[in-house]
């Protein structure tokens, strides 16, 4: 008994077992709570549900919602259609991201293209950006007059009226999501490329390969573990994208998963909406296991050997200046030119007409009773709302960050302190776990379990705490996932070395883990920060008018039609984000980049 | 007065046991060397010394004082223990200068600025690294760092000193020059050492005993000489010693003339120094040091140069004496021709029977050709 004492004695002086216990509660409550949750409200009937669910109470059992969801004569319509739309979207998306970064990949590493510098700063952009940037822009280029209202600026160039499967539904939706997450197979694949031994090509010239024949069984294979990562990732991601399907989308009821949850949770079928929560996270769960299954055995023959000073590039030849246009253009496509498009969309009266007397200055300053005659608001520069949204979004983004930098990385040291253990491979499945559970879903969830006071915990819906609170957990996985690896590759004795002088804990912290981690600890910070900023999906469920956020008022003016308000708030958002992002990495070399994978 | 003692120290880690009931004492003043293959628990049992490691189970005393006892209860923070640690690889906090590094442990204690300022001074100067004292540890060779690392080591004047293979590091000419300066540090600064190793000749050259463990079982404790000549098993045998110690498969039956040894090969008496039983149903192993297989004009053996390898000092060779391979070391600057006959003998009592089945020393004796 005494022996027991002593072991547990022992085992709470130490702090990394502090902090885990200390994630074991919290997150137990803020994560594996809201995963029986959505179980547990898949199964009972729901206030708006009494009506159909023919005899029951609010809170009955019932199996109503599987029956419907996954075998009744809607269910085509309810699960299958949105389903096999995600897949269809999910499997492009991959295809365009992976040819189109791979093949810019390959350029800017291998090969003598002109531009590098400016071309791969501007690649980025789209990931940086919000990721519904590219489908409004798509949308402010190809809108047709049929069911977008207004003509788009290529019919109003052009004359030529875009037919709707080229303007709204999966075809747009696949291209723009494919292209939000090129940066992710540029960043992985030429991160393989740029590193990979050349001695590897070397011997295979040395043995008369011809340079195609290279490329092929050499040059692919090494880079295929990267682009099997870049699948799982962009595939992931593309899955739960909510945005995007939800602007170009909607106008012609084209459905996926998340659009179709957003519809039944905020609507009359919350039941449907968990079950396709728990489905996401059932795919989510599978591709992470393939992922370790496929990339975790072969991620030691992607290991960098360091010893590739002398990259031969290949020569484009006659081939340099057009290939360089072409991807210029291209990267221009992505980058600068949609935020043309909402600069000039916000600055025009009557949509569709973009002659020079249509232009007003009215939706950024105008007046509101002024001739502003749409929708009688303020322009957006003095409008108290969209000042007090930004003002909520810093707000906010900034505690999130803050909360899941700070805890990112205590989870991530006590990890690595204790792995091996238990204890510590549990809280790492626990803060990986926020990552998985689709946002919207998330938020639901919060939603209900915050509505009421819970023993001490007291009912936080409609309070800044809660989106805070919701913030924090679900960047968590972002940091404690650059805490992990960064921890991993300190040796435990940088700490001991300071244990063994008596230096106590918050010291070692303050003075030597945390400047030695420096820019991981800034990461940590900068991508919760980011991320938070052009969040919606997260946040779109649980605010309210008091504590309105800059993309949800964006959402809104977007819903109602409010089409240059919505642009130019965008330009804002976009604005603020490109600028913090720079910021930052100019003064720390902290970057977005670092963080891919997380 | 004894400064370390271990008590029936053993560390698990889940069902692994790393180290297995370990009993050890060292003596105030000793160069103690941990060595051993990788995995054999030398880095734990250094570790639980300096509490860097929970044990267990059992006891650890330094200087009579309790510092670890699985059953009261009691673990004494590294810090109290008045030990300082040398790390495998440094460990050098990356992003302070060199004076800073070797301050820091200092200004946690709460020394004055001036006391600090002298004992840093001094440190540089006895290391010899003043000019870096403003560099950061990426800008300085291993070697230098290594200074470093000793200097902020010693900066509180630790009695016990524990270093855990702080040479691997290195390259082989600046390894020579630091045990050197190790060794001479042993001797000046009164302290006691204990320093983990898989290197013998590290082990051998620089300790006043050597502790040889294998799968967390301490296999032999002891000056190092006494390894090298009376090691108590097989593995002990092996371990020691380069080129490895010949072991020739024997059959033993003990005669009025002493202990009679057959091999496919040859035949041998072999005289121990004390006496001992011989059971004739046991296998045992003979073991010969390489230089204890004499090349002589007028050896009674026959044998064929399988190879030679010359390095100016001495020359290993390798004989075939029918199915058996000797190795033999021969001293002076010499080289024989492949496939060159050489006769052999043997002298003195270096030669030990074994227990094939046990693994365990039966004797030490001589050697006589029949």
């Known amino acids: 008994m005494k022996r027991k004492l002593n072991h547990l004695f022992a085992f709470l002086k130490k702090p990394q077992n502090l902090i885990l216990l200390f994630f074991v509660v919290t997150l137990g409550y803020l994560v594996l709570f809201p995963l029986v949750c959505i179980i547990r409200d898949t199964f009972i009937v729901h206030a708006s549900e009494v009506m159909r669910v023919k005899g029951s109470k609010i809170g009955d059992f019932t199996t109503y919602h599987w029956i419907k969801v996954f075998a009744d004569k809607n269910s085509a319509t309810i699960f299958y259609t949105p389903l096999f739309n995600t897949m269809k979207i999910a499997l492009g998306a991959c295809i365009v991201s992976i040819s189109f970064g791979g093949s810019f990949a390959w350029l800017v590493t291998r090969t003598d293209m002109r531009w590098k510098g400016l071309l791969t700063k501007l690649f980025m952009f789209p990931y940086i950006m919000p990721s519904w940037t ?67 090509e070397e011997a295979a010239v040395i043995l008369k390969t011809s340079r195609a ?260 957990v679900k960047y968590l996985p972002m940091a404690s996932r650059s805490g992990v690896n960064s921890m991993l590759q300190l040796s435990h004795e940088i700490e001991e070395a300071a244990m063994i002088v008596g230096v106590p804990w918050w010291k070692r912290m303050t003075q030597i883990i945390v400047p030695i981690q420096k820019s991981t600890v800034i990461s940590g910070y900068l991508l919760p920060f980011i991320s938070s900023m052009r969040e919606l999906s997260l946040y779109v469920l649980l605010v309210t008018p008091a504590n309105k956020v800059l993309t949800t008022i964006l959402f809104q003016y977007n819903e109602k039609g409010w089409d240059q308000y919505a642009n130019a708030i965008n330009f804002v958002i976009i604005v603020f984000v490109l600028v913090i992002n720079f910021g930052i990495e100019k003064l720390t070399g902290a970057s977005i980049e670092k963080g891919v994978g997380g | 007065m004894p400064v370390i003692r271990l008590v029936n120290v053993t560390k698990k880690f889940g069902s692994f046991v790393a180290v297995d009931h370990l009993n050890m004492t060292i003596q105030d003043g000793d160069f103690v060397s941990l060595l051993g293959p990788s995995g054999c628990g030398k880095t734990t049992t250094l570790r639980m010394i300096a509490g860097l490691e929970t044990p267990t189970e059992g006891e650890i005393y330094i200087d009579d004082t309790l510092v670890f006892s699985d059953e009261k209860g009691i673990n004494l923070s590294p810090d109290k223990r008045n030990v300082g640690f040398l790390f495998q690889n440094y460990a050098l906090w990356p992003h302070m200068t060199v004076y800073k590094n070797i301050a820091f442990g200092l200004e946690n204690l709460k020394w004055s600025k001036a006391d600090i300022e002298k004992r840093v001074e001094e440190l540089l100067k006895t290391l010899q690294i003043e000019e870096f004292r403003g560099r950061y540890p990426a800008e300085l060779s291993g070697g230098q760092q290594q ?71 301490l296999q032999q404790y002891c000056p190092p000489l006494e390894l090298y000549g009376e090691p108590t098993n097989l593995f002990v045998a092996d371990f020691m010693g380069n080129p490895t110690m010949n072991f020739v498969d024997v059959k033993a039956r003990s005669t009025n003339d002493g202990i009679e040894l057959t091999c496919p090969s040859m035949n041998l008496l072999f005289t121990p120094l004390e006496a001992v039983e011989i059971d004739e149903s046991e296998d045992y192993v003979l073991g010969l040091r390489p230089e204890a297989v004499l090349i002589q004009d007028d050896g009674q053996i026959e044998g064929t140069v399988i190879s030679s390898l010359p390095s100016g000092m001495e020359t290993t060779l390798s004989i075939e004496v029918k199915d058996v391979r000797l190795s033999s070391v021969v001293f002076g600057n010499i080289d024989f021709a492949m496939d060159s006959k050489v006769n052999l003998t043997f002298k003195g009592n270096t030669y030990i029977l074994f227990n094939k089945r046990t693994r365990n020393k039966v004797a030490m004796g001589s050697l006589t050709i029949k």
């Open chain 1, 134 to 200: 590219l489908a409004l822009a798509w949308m402010n280029f190809f809108k047709n007059s049929t069911v977008g209202g207004a003509q788009g600026i290529f019919t109003a160039l052009t004359g030529i009226v875009t037919p709707n499967w080229f303007a709204y539904g999966g075809f747009p939706i696949t291209l723009v999501i494919g292209l939000h997450y090129a940066p992710f197979a540029y960043i992985l694949i030429g991160g393989i490329l740029r590193n990979m031994d050349a001695n590897l």
């Open chain 1, 213 to 472: 024949r290279m490329f092929m069984k050499i040059t692919i294979p090494m880079v295929m573990p990267a682009v099997l990562s870049t699948f799982i990732l962009v595939f992931s991601s593309a899955m739960s994208a909510f945005a995007v399907p939800q602007f170009l989308g909607l106008p012609v009821r084209y459905y996926v998963l998340t659009t179709q949850m957003f519809r039944n949770l905020n609507g009359t079928n919350p039941g449907y909406g968990y079950i396709i929560a728990l489905v996401m996270i059932a795919i989510a769960l599978i591709i992470m296991f393939i992922n370790q299954a496929v990339i975790g055995k072969r991620k030691s023959y992607t290991t960098v050997t360091g010893k590739s000073a002398n990259i031969s590039t290949f020569k484009l030849k006659g081939f340099r200046t057009p290939i360089s246009t072409i991807f210029l253009v291209l990267v221009l496509c992505v980058s600068v030119i949609p935020m043309i498009s909402f600069l000039l969309q916000s600055l025009i009266k009557i949509q569709g007409n973009y002659s020079p007397s249509n232009f007003t200055l009215d939706f950024w300053i105008g007046e509101a009773g002024a001739s502003n005659e749409l929708n009688d608001k303020a322009g957006i520069l003095i409008n108290k709302d969209v000042w007090k949204g930004l003002f909520n979004s810093l707000k906010l983004s900034a505690v999130a960050s803050l909360g899941a930098g700070t805890f990112g990385f205590l989870a991530g040291y006590a990890i690595v302190k204790q792995r091996g253990t238990f204890l510590s491979r549990f809280v790492e499945n626990l803060t990986f776990i926020p990552y998985l559970i689709p946002s919207m879903a998330f938020s639901v969830i919060y939603l209900s379990m915050f509505a009421v006071r819970h023993g001490p915990i007291p009912a936080l819906y409609g309070s800044f705490a809660l989106l805070a609170i919701i913030g924090t």
């Open chain 2, 147 to 217: 200074r470093v690392a000793i200097a902020r080591t010693l900066a509180t004047n630790p009695s016990i000193l524990l270093m855990d293979e702080p040479l691997s590091n290195l390259d082989a000419k600046l390894r020579n020059g630091m045990r050197a300066e190790l060794k001479r540090l042993h001797a000046t600064s009164n302290s006691t050492f204990v320093y983990v190793t898989h290197d013998q000749s590290e082990a051998m050259t620089l300790s006043t005993r050597v502790c040889l463990m294998e799968r967390g079982l």
